[in-house]
């Protein structure tokens, strides 16, 4: 896949200098980021051929159901709150990456088989 991305490079810029300037640029911003972030190690895995290209829709379908049941968990939660306040509060949670102890239950109950759910709480414990 590094072959396609000094293709792309080399058809968008045509120049050596700029095309290394660019997959420089590129790979040093994945080495930075590869721990911090999860789709820039998607991206890493892409570019290595580690990782079919594809799996990036898997990963944005299982991000937006996450979200989806986070809020759903949130509204459960706090019936009587708005939805643009549950909505805020939930992608203030999926930012800071944190989920106390009884949000990352419920999510794992919903998003999971009750014999899958019972696996994961296993262990943790």
Not at 85 to 103: A, D, V
């Amino acid at each position: 896949m590094e072959q396609f991305m000094y293709t792309y490079l080399n058809h968008k810029y045509g120049l050596k200098t700029l095309i290394i300037e660019w997959a420089s640029t590129i790979i040093t911003g994945v080495r930075t980021y590869l721990r911090e972030d999860h789709d820039v190690t998607i991206f890493a895995k892409i570019l290595k051929n580690e990782c079919d290209e594809d799996f990036r829709f898997i990963q944005m379908h299982v991000k937006e159901g996450f979200a989806s049941a986070l809020r759903q968990i949130m509204r459960e939660k706090h019936p009587l709150k708005k939805e643009s306040e549950i909505s805020k509060e939930s992608t203030s949670i999926m930012q800071s990456g944190f989920l106390e102890e009884w949000q990352w239950r419920r999510l794992i109950n919903k998003m999971y088989r009750k014999e899958d759910s019972y696996l994961l709480f296993n262990k943790y414990e």
